[in-house]
């Protein structure tokens, strides 16, 4: 999200993504940003931030479980 020209991270959907980064992509076009996408492993480790602030909360299992999946995912090394 661009609020008053500063990004700031928030979680969309998966049906969501598209339409939230093209917005994001126009809001930073209008405001005469430079448009750079988030590089994935960036976007793995904010979403792993998220799942384990949720955990914190309230330990529910569909939350480990995609925390699991997200960790997962981090560990495998690029290539």
């Known amino acids: 999200m ?3 020209g500063v990004e700031r991270p928030v979680f ?3 049906n969501c993504y598209r ?3 093209l917005e994001f992509r126009i809001a930073s ?3 005469d940003l ?3 996408p988030l590089a ?3 976007g793995l480790r904010l979403l792993r931030d998220f799942y384990r602030a949720r955990l914190a909360e309230d330990d529910d299992e569909r ?3 995609a925390l699991d999946e997200v960790e997962r995912r981090l560990a495998i090394d690029v290539l």
């Open 2 to 4: 661009l609020d008053n």
């Open 12 to 14: 969309v959907c998966r």
């Open 19 to 21: 339409a939230a980064e």
């Open 29 to 31: 076009q209008t405001a």
């Open 34 to 36: 430079g448009y750079v």
């Open 40 to 42: 994935i492993r960036d």
């Open 63 to 65: 939350v480990r479980a």
